[in-house]
């Protein structure tokens, strides 16, 4: 029939769990459907508009060359929302698979920080678009980085995007009929470093924006680790990887062997996958602990005070 897939990938989560349980090297990317059942917006789609900015438009150099004052009320409200949020039981079954099989890698493109906190070995995650509680130096010339700033809000200027409101109310500053606060130059986030040479320079978060280059040495030691040797598995959660360099590892992997496994609610994503291949249409905080039992066992999730 017209429309249907010739050959499509495995749905069964008994062969899956078979085969994860017979594996040992695995690699993982995932994206910010991972993050989703916590509560954290993906910006992607016909949602993807912060006021009236397509959040994409705010993740660029010359976005906060031109406003950074409006760039940092923007990822202060993310600060703030991620910090608010919790690890769900997707975050916590990586977890558990990461000190289950030594071999395991994690790729996250998530900058939210959720992977840590549930305790996710950082020798077997990369975090591929930077961390949203990094600060730095805008300029580039200056090395200035606090790592894991869990300040909130980051200074009192940024306050109004720490506000919390009742779920039947808009705060203020998502509201685009409202204009944002005006913050002066000075008022927002200062480099020390900078400060102490004499000059004087923004701090920034530390992700990596659109025109920007990811780290080197970090897909360096990725793509050595791929090369190393084969790849059983391949968990591609919650992204379409769609942006490079995230979407070679797809093939990159199946090079080495791998057989993909998609887990994500969207039937599209499904999109290349053969019949030696899996998709799951589901979340990823409802499946993957099913997936992953034949090797974590039941997944407990400790209580999770913020």
């Known amino acids: 029939m017209p429309g249907r897939m010739r050959n499509p990938p495995s749905t069964s989560i008994a062969e899956f769990q078979k085969l ?10 995932c994206g910010a459907g991972l993050s989703a059942a916590s509560g954290l917006p993906t910006f992607r789609g016909a949602g993807g508009l912060w006021r009236n900015h397509q959040a994409t438009d705010l993740a660029t150099p010359d976005a906060f060359e031109d406003d950074p004052a409006l760039v940092w009320l923007f990822y202060s409200w ?16 990586l977890a558990e698979l990461a000190k289950k099989n030594k071999n ?65 109310q808009t705060l203020p500053l998502l509201d685009p009929k409202k204009p944002t606060p005006q913050i002066k130059h000075e008022d927002l986030p200062q480099c020390p470093s900078c400060k102490s040479a004499g000059r004087t320079s923004l701090l920034r978060p530390g992700v990596v924006w659109f ?10 030691e990725v793509d ?22 995230a979407a070679g590892y797809t093939e990159k992997a199946r090079t080495k062997g791998a057989r993909i496994a998609v887990i994500n609610p969207d039937p599209n994503a499904q999109k290349g996958l053969t019949s ?6 589901a979340d990823a905080a409802e499946i993957l602990p099913e997936l992953f039992d034949g090797v974590i066992g039941k997944l407990e999730i400790p209580d999770q005070a913020n």
């Open 20 to 29: 994860l349980k017979a594996s040992n090297r695995v690699l993982a990317l």
């Open 104 to 168: 395991f890698m994690c790729l996250t493109q998530n900058v939210d920080g959720l992977s840590p906190r549930a305790g996710h070995s950082p020798d077997m995650l990369r975090m591929l678009h930077g961390n949203l509680f990094d600060v730095k130096c805008f300029d580039e010339e200056c090395s200035y980085i606090e790592p894991n700033n869990l300040r909130d809000p980051l200074c009192p200027s940024l306050a109004p995007a720490s506000e919390d409101y009742p779920v039947d």
């Open 224 to 245: 050595a680790w791929v090369k190393k040797e084969p790849i059983d598995v391949m968990l591609v959660i919650g992204t379409a990887a769609a942006v490079w360099p």
């Open 78 to 93: 993310r600060r703030h929302l991620a910090l608010k949020a919790k690890p769900n039981a997707g975050h916590y079954a």
């Open 276 to 281: 030696n291949d899996f998709f799951f249409d």
């Open 211 to 220: 025109d920007e280059p990811l780290d080197e040495a970090m897909l360096d």
